[in-house]
């Protein structure tokens, strides 16, 4: 093999072509293609600087392809680490800075090898930082003497030095092009807009992107009411003073806006000018619109891009409401027990992107339909509720909606045309806003104080009381577990700095810290209440652990891949757990001890409890919100749905008692409510009526205590993102 080429680069035993890009170890050729060799490629001509996700999404996967990202990095990731033989939590060649990105570092017996490798120029990005590092043992392959060289060697290396600086000019130009249009996820570019105090939701970016409107719910009803805020200066002038005001809509040439007043009882479409140089406007500048007899059944509308009309929800469907007249047109036909809502126009004014939803099940369409009327044509069927209407990218190419399928609400993106599977770019974002002008993005964040509250079924008249107050000050945890003596509780809180496995008396007193690992979550006692298995974040990965509650260190369980949502089995034997190392979430197990894993489903299963008995284990059977409860014999058998009426909120917010199943869910009609599915009856009774639904619900052993999360405080402001694509 020849090594006296300037595009090949040495590390270790490896050899790697930057031209063919194969990649050589000990003379022998490793089967390695595609995303990883680009990776390693990226890495390796920048050793030693931190190569950021965001960075390496935008090179492999550009703006306007549609994929899992992460799923897809952390895949080709350890497929370049098993080539490599490399280890995510003793790295000897990449090493994860969690949540960052990866960084190629030096084998330290190889640390005194000489680098030659130049680092590739990142705009704006940590590659142009001039680290003191020690940079590890890359080398480019043969660097002969200049003056040894024959003259027509002189002509071949400038030749190849030329294709490298040009090679390296596009490349630069190509990451510098992308790096310019990161995901949401890029903290650099992200700001609150609000700083009012209250809560502000709902924003709406005028058609010049200089203003944005959005509501405000604060202490006084005087403060409260729909605002309008200059993203240059900051200054803030209030549109109304009712709380009930919201959903604003801008007129087109900026100097009006269109909101809904929404009562509870009823929905009413008003018009307000607006003036930036007034501080407050007359509540007597207000018009309200005739919606001649179809009356608005939901606040959500749409301003038409020729200024002419509004668009509303009526019963029927999307109305179509003239300025200049009284008379509405139907724009679609929602089916029997189902509503259409959220109009948004696209960019060029010719269609109109809106949600179906349907009360028979936990799932929202995204549709779209000519602006004036006709057939709707599919985008995407959520398994989850859209929260807020949907947005269209500026350049009608794909839509940004917000979702409450993960564990926390968040913003997803998806194709308009391709009809691909949606792609979160966040993971705290509701009520998204594009602004065409500017390429900004405005959203709602909510921030909240979380309280573990504890029902007593037995009472009556039912009042739930806090157990544990002020958990945490983020949406992660509590996830409350009472020990099987009903002794203990176990929780999750962030009190120390970083989130950890804490246990106190049943009553929440005497709280002791059992981890200090950070990044922790979903604690299961075992069946003698003397220990703890649980799941914790490391760099690139996320393991199950052991820990006993006389004080020993935790025990590291499942070094390898992604797994969560452990649970004992009822006879102390094995530990359940849900993986996606087959590329899909599924059920687990391995022993209580540690050793190998063995699959237990097939067909797809995240956190799992044995049932009271100890013969069938329950499941959720997705991650994602509502999903289904499955259940599969605990000795092998076949996969099968529990009960169609048993449909949690989330993974989170079921448990098994000796009575059945309780769990948390919408009822429909207003609260939601604690249910009760019966195993033998098989009939599903209510239990409580609940403020809000919880994320994480259990339940003591025998059924007549309920523990859930509910927020103490809450803050809720928009943020805004620049250069959003």
Wanted: with cysteine.
């Amino acid at each position: 093999m020849n090594r006296n080429q300037p595009n090949r680069i040495s590390f270790g035993p490896f050899i790697l072509d930057l031209h063919t890009q194969e990649l050589w170890k000990d003379g022998v050729k490793i089967k390695l293609s595609g995303q990883p060799v680009e990776i390693l490629s990226l890495l390796l001509q920048n050793p030693g600087r931190l190569v950021t996700r965001e960075q390496l999404r935008d090179l492999l996967w550009p703006g306007d392809t549609f994929v899992d990202f992460d799923h897809g990095l952390n895949a080709a990731i350890n497929k370049l680490r098993e080539a490599l033989s490399d280890s995510a939590d003793a790295p000897t060649c990449i090493e994860t800075l969690p949540r960052r990105g990866y960084r190629f570092i030096s084998n330290p017996s190889d640390s005194s090898s000489e680098l030659v490798a130049a680092p590739v120029g990142f705009k704006g990005g940590d590659l142009n930082s001039t680290s003191t590092d020690a940079h590890p043992s890359v080398t480019l392959v043969s660097k002969p003497s200049f003056w040894a060289a024959p003259l027509h060697s002189y002509f071949f290396a400038g030749t190849v030095l030329l294709v490298l600086v040009l090679a390296g000019t596009l490349l630069l130009q190509r990451v510098s092009s992308n790096t310019s249009h990161q995901p949401v996820s890029s903290l650099e570019r992200i700001r609150p807009l609000t700083n009012l105090a209250g809560e502000t939701s709902e924003p709406a970016f005028s058609l010049s992107g200089d203003y944005v409107a959005f509501r405000r719910r604060a202490s006084s009803p005087e403060s409260s009411g729909l605002f309008v805020q200059s993203i240059s200066t900051g200054n803030v002038v209030q549109l109304t003073r009712k709380e009930d005001d919201c959903c604003p809509a801008w007129s087109p040439d900026g100097r009006s806006v269109a909101f809904s007043r929404d009562t509870g009882n009823d929905v009413s479409i008003y018009i307000i000018p607006f003036d930036p140089t007034a501080p407050t406007l007359p509540s007597a500048s207000e018009r309200k619109m005739d919606t001649s007899g179809n009356a608005p059944r939901r606040p959500e509308i749409a301003w038409s891009p020729d200024g002419k009309s509004i668009v509303f929800t009526a019963a029927s469907g999307l109305m179509q409401l003239p300025l200049h007249d009284s008379r509405t047109y139907s724009l679609t036909v929602a089916p029997p027990s189902s509503q259409d809502w959220g109009p948004v126009f696209s960019p060029d004014g010719r269609q109109l992107l809106f949600v179906r939803s349907g009360d028979a099940d936990f799932s929202d369409q995204l549709l779209t339909v000519p602006a004036t009327g006709g057939d709707v044509t599919q985008i995407v069927s959520e398994h989850a509720r859209i929260l807020g209407p949907p947005q269209w990218s500026t350049d009608g190419q794909s839509i940004l909606f917000a979702s409450g399928r993960g564990s926390h609400p968040g913003l997803w993106r998806v194709s308009a045309q391709l009809r691909d599977y949606p792609v979160q770019i966040n993971d705290s974002g509701w009520y998204p806003a594009i602004s065409r002008s500017t390429s900004s993005l405005a959203y709602q964040r909510i921030t909240r104080s979380l309280n573990i509250w504890e029902l007593h079924l037995s009472d009556s008249p039912q009042q739930p009381r806090i157990l544990v107050p002020s958990t945490s000050e983020t949406d992660q945890g509590p996830a409350p577990q009472i020990s099987p003596d009903g002794k203990k509780l176990a929780y999750m809180s962030d009190r120390s700095g970083t989130m950890e496995i804490w246990v106190s008396n049943r009553d929440g007193s005497n709280p002791l810290q059992l981890t200090s690992i950070g990044d922790v979550g979903t604690p299961r006692w075992s069946p003698d209440s003397q220990s703890i298995v649980f799941d914790a974040a490391g760099r690139n990965t996320t393991s199950i652990y052991r820990v006993n509650l006389d004080g020993t260190s935790p025990r590291l369980l499942t070094p390898d891949n992604f797994n969560v949502c452990p649970s004992w089995s009822r006879d102390f034997k094995w530990i359940y757990f849900a993986s996606s190392r087959t590329g899909t979430f599924q059920v687990w197990k391995i022993p209580a001890a540690g050793g190998t894993p063995t699959q237990v489903t097939f067909h797809g299963g995240h956190a799992s409890i044995p049932s009271s008995d100890g013969k069938v284990i329950y499941y959720a059977k997705s991650q994602y919100a509502n999903p289904e409860i499955w259940q599969i014999p605990t000795n092998g058998g076949p996969e099968k749905l529990l009960s169609p009426l048993v449909r949690p909120a989330t993974w989170a917010s079921w448990a098994v008692t000796d009575r059945g199943i309780v769990f948390a869910t919408s009822s429909g009609k207003g609260k939601p409510i604690a249910a009760l599915y019966d195993i033998r009856s098989h009939k599903v009774t209510t239990l409580a009526s609940l403020n809000i639904v919880p994320f994480w619900l259990t339940a003591s052993p025998d059924g007549k205590s309920l523990l859930f999360d509910q927020p103490g405080w809450q803050q809720a402001q928009i943020m805004l993102v620049d250069n959003f694509h």
